[in-house]
């Protein structure tokens, strides 16, 4: 859980969504925080943490199988 936070955390320097994840199919997205916005080195630690940028839902967006339901 504590890098799921430390990840929760590099995100919010980014914005505050009300609603921030969806979650399906074993995958965590983040919804309204977008990746070009996000600095390369936050998007290497994210990485790190387990999410990685992808378009698995017709937006670009960061997503995690490490979060996502079981």
Do not use: W
Not at 32 to 42: G, K, M, R, T, Y
């Amino acid at each position: 859980m504590e890098d799921l936070i430390k990840a929760l955390q590099i995100l919010l320097k980014y914005g505050n969504p009300s609603y921030p994840t969806h979650c399906e199919h074993d995958i965590l997205t983040i919804v309204d925080i977008f990746p070009d916005q996000v600095s390369d080195e936050d998007k290497e630690e994210l990485e790190k943490l387990g999410f990685f940028v992808g378009n698995e839902f017709g937006e670009e967006a960061f997503h995690s199988f490490k979060y996502g339901s079981a």
